[in-house]
């Protein structure tokens, strides 16, 4: 594996908000991360090289309960504003929960992120800006 859990924890400490975002995929994926998932409910992140071999941050809070239904169109709005800047991190998290948004999955290789409910479901995916 060509990239430890404190390299990426070092250039996620430069992101402020979501508008920061698409440098930071940058980073990672020159670190060698291919891709990676992170849970809402504790903020772990399992970050992945190209042979599926992974480090995880492990649990970064106490637990929150994401809600029984996803309301897409208010997640976007929340989101959009995310992207632009507008919320921090432990919002935006809040943001998913209350919208029944359980994760998302980060592939750096076709530069997406989706978005998926309590069953796993892909709610949205959307491209990220390089």
């Not at 750096?108 to 800006?129: A, G, H, R, S, W």
Request: glycine share 6%; with cysteine; aromatic share 10%.
């Amino acid at each position: 594996m060509k990239f430890t859990i404190d390299e990426i924890k070092t250039v996620h400490q430069k992101v402020k908000s979501g508008a920061d975002f698409p440098k930071y995929i940058q980073q990672i994926k020159n670190l060698g991360v291919s891709h990676y998932t992170t849970l809402v409910a504790d903020g772990n992140t399992k970050y992945f090289d190209i042979e599926n071999n992974f480090v995880e941050t492990g649990k970064k809070y106490d637990v929150l309960k994401i809600a029984e239904n996803v309301n897409i169109e208010n997640f976007k709005t929340r989101l959009k504003l995310h992207q632009q800047g507008g919320t921090d991190y432990p919002t935006f998290c809040k943001d998913c929960t209350e919208n029944g948004v359980e994760g998302w999955k980060m592939d750096l290789n076709k530069m997406t992120c989706t978005y998926f409910d309590k069953n796993q479901n892909d709610i949205l995916t959307e491209q990220v800006p390089s």
